[in-house]
């Protein structure tokens, strides 16, 4: 069945569309989530806390004066899917079309990426295993998350880099920065790649670096208006820079060190010691995985690696498609447990049933069941964690291993 999309131009476009209309009807259709009320309620505060925040204010004033609703944002939130009404449908629908538009991004850029460098059934299989994925239904059309927009940048900055538009790809990378931070742990990789592999003049990789404290500026910026308390609480415990491995160590404020940190040092000097690759994308996926193994492994931040798993599976060929399948299945998984079944303040589930109430039906009896069972809490979530951080951790050392056999073959003498 799957070859038939691959191979005709029309099925594929048509199985296209249909997801995208799918997963539009969804975005209008979800009960509102936690983090699109929080983002709701910086819009309350300031319309200048970084990009995603002016981009919502700005939806959710046009919304007001387009439908002249008397609805409020926390009518909106707290109400079930099932309950809303016409101008709450369109307010759920136009606060994730941002994160829609992304994804449609990502899956035309890796559509092009891939056609280039490989064949056109190739190419299309890419967009399918990006489209289609259960995973990124859920993060990106159903919760909304903005980190989607910052993988847009980043994969269309590796587009770039593989035709040598080094400036456009570093423009990426720092409106990357600017709005999310993440991509900066890149810098290291990308460079080594510039200098070895693409033989970029110091000038260019100059430009690279500079446009990225840019965006680290930018960035700054706006964080640094949610005031010095809420900063160092940031800092300290919520960016995915510098969040420690609560889940494996525990440490007092005054000694906290990340873990992240130390794994990413040795990955770059790792990088630099054994990484000869001639795809970009063989550095930069190790760093996501090291990252997401030590540090922040909420399920969300998964998005930021997700398109270059992708690659991976079809561009590259190492065939990796059990443990990425094992890692879409113990992302969601420890997802659902996680998050409370995917729980929204309207007490509906994103997979829209309803887990909070009286006279709940028999499923929905089962499932809070489940999340609040003594078994599922004590044994179930550590083991759903722990196998998660092994099969990441797992993916990043094969791809290792890879480096380390195309240093063997360069090194062995010819006969």
């Known amino acids: 069945m799957l070859?038939?999309?691959?191979?005709?131009?029309?099925?594929?476009?048509?199985?296209?569309?249909?997801?995208?209309?799918?997963?539009?009807?969804?975005?209008?259709?979800?009960?509102?989530?936690?983090?699109?009320?929080?983002?709701?309620?910086?819009?309350?505060?300031?319309?200048?806390?970084?990009?995603?925040?002016?981009?919502?204010?700005?939806?959710?004033?046009?919304?007001?004066?387009?439908?002249?609703?008397?609805?409020?944002?926390?009518?909106?939130?707290?109400?079930?899917?099932?309950?809303m009404s016409s101008d709450l449908r369109l307010l759920s629908l136009l606060l994730r079309l941002p994160s829609f538009v992304f994804d449609v991004g990502i899956a035309i850029t890796l559509y092009l990426l891939v056609r280039e460098r490989a064949t056109t059934r190739q190419a299309r299989l890419v967009s399918l295993l990006w489209f289609l994925n259960p995973y990124g239904i859920l993060a990106i059309e159903m919760l909304g998350v903005p980190d989607v927009a910052v993988s847009f940048l980043t994969v269309l900055a590796v587009a770039f880099f593989h035709k040598k538009r080094i400036l456009l790809g570093s423009v990426c990378i720092a409106a990357g920065i600017g709005i999310k931070l993440y991509p900066i742990l890149l810098l290291p990789p990308i460079l080594f790649y510039c200098r070895r592999e693409l033989e970029i003049q110091r000038r260019s990789r100059l430009a690279l670096v500079c446009l990225s404290f840019l965006g680290l500026a930018g960035y700054l910026t706006w964080v640094f208006q949610l005031g010095s308390a809420l900063v160092i609480y940031v800092l300290t415990e919520y960016t995915p820079v510098t969040q420690p491995t609560g889940a494996l160590f525990e440490y007092i404020m005054a000694t906290r060190i990340s873990p992240a940190a130390v794994a990413l040092v040795l990955l770059y000097f790792v990088v630099w010691l054994l990484g000869?690759?001639?795809?970009?994308?063989?550095?930069?996926?190790?760093?996501?995985?090291?990252?997401?193994?030590?540090?922040?492994?909420?399920?969300?931040?998964?998005?930021?690696?997700?398109?270059?798993?992708?690659?991976?599976?079809?561009?590259?060929?190492?065939?990796?498609?059990?443990l990425l399948s094992a890692l879409v299945a113990l992302v969601l998984g420890s997802w659902f447990i996680s998050s409370k079944g995917f729980l929204t303040p309207s007490g509906y589930s994103l997979l829209l049933i309803p887990l909070q109430g009286s006279n709940l039906p028999w499923y929905s009896q089962a499932v809070r069941s489940f999340l609040e069972s003594s078994a599922t809490n004590s044994l179930l979530t550590p083991l759903l964690h722990a196998a998660l951080g092994a099969t990441t951790f797992i993916y990043a050392i094969e791809i290792i291993r890879f480096w380390f056999r195309q240093t063997t073959k360069e090194s062995e003498p010819f006969h």
């Open 276 to 322: 000869r690759t001639h795809q970009i994308t063989d550095l930069i996926l190790p760093v996501f995985l090291v990252y997401l193994t030590f540090s922040n492994s909420y399920p969300q931040y998964y998005v930021w690696a997700m398109p270059f798993l992708m690659l991976d599976i079809v561009l590259l060929k190492r065939h990796h498609l059990s």
């Open 3 to 83: 070859s038939v999309f691959l191979r005709d131009r029309t099925a594929f476009l048509l199985l296209m569309v249909g997801t995208a209309s799918f997963k539009l009807w969804l975005s209008g259709f979800a009960p509102a989530t936690d983090s699109l009320r929080e983002m709701l309620r910086f819009v309350g505060v300031s319309s200048s806390l970084g990009p995603w925040i002016a981009l919502d204010a700005l939806i959710y004033g046009l919304w007001r004066s387009v439908t002249l609703s008397n609805a409020t944002a926390a009518i909106w939130w707290a109400t079930p899917p099932t309950a």
